[in-house]
Each structure stands twice: as structure tokens, then as C-alpha cells.
């Protein structure tokens, strides 16, 4: 698993990322899951429920196993319902997933 601070094609909700210093770029190819600071979950900008989450995100990575699936969440979201998002996508087969952050400040 790797940490990402932004994607070449945002899909994901605008929420507030935790802060992480080893942030890297995401490739293109990419579909985000966001969870907002409500605990709603969105797939590429789309709401969705958590019982339809998995089969939508089956469908897009037959359509490309590589794709990169980027967690969004909220740094107010709680751990559980982040580990609960990334289940659900290791079972629509998901083989590559990552945590969306934003940058530390460096302290120079």
C-alpha cells in the first residue's frame, strides 16, 4: 500500500486528508473512494451505498485490473469505517490501494 497527496485526474469528494510526509504522486488510472466527514462514501464523485460499493468497483476493475484505488477519507473519519471501505474493496478484487494525504509542512 502506498500513501498518494494527489492524482493526475482527481475523481475523489473534496475532504479534509490527513497530513503524511512520504505523500506520492497517484498514476492516472485511478478510482476513488471517498468518505466524507459524514461518513458517506462516494465512488468517482458518485454517492453510493456501502452494500453497492463492492459490485461498482468489481465492474470498473474488469474493466482494468491495474486501476489504482485511492481511499479519500476524511481525517475525522473513525479508523473502522476506513478498514471497513478498503474490505470491501479487497473483495471487488481490488489488487492496488492507497491512502489519500495531503503534505506536511516541512520544517526547514
Not at 497530513?19 to 492516472?28: D, I, N
Amino acid at each position: 500500500m502506498i500513501s498518494t497527496l494527489s492524482m493526475a485526474q482527481y475523481r475523489g469528494m473534496p475532504v479534509n486528508l490527513p497530513k503524511a510526509a512520504s505523500g506520492q504522486q497517484a498514476p492516472a488510472e485511478s478510482a476513488a473512494i471517498t468518505i466524507d466527514n459524514e461518513s458517506r462514501i462516494f465512488l468517482n464523485k458518485e454517492g453510493v451505498n456501502q452494500a453497492t460499493l463492492g459490485d461498482l468497483l468489481r465492474q470498473q476493475l474488469e474493466q482494468n485490473a491495474d486501476l489504482l484505488v485511492v481511499i479519500n477519507a476524511d481525517d475525522g473519519v473513525e479508523h473502522g469505517r476506513v478498514v471497513e471501505v478498503m474490505d470491501i474493496a479487497r473483495g471487488a478484487n481490488a489488487a492496488k490501494m492507497a491512502i489519500a494525504v495531503k503534505p506536511k509542512e516541512s520544517r526547514r
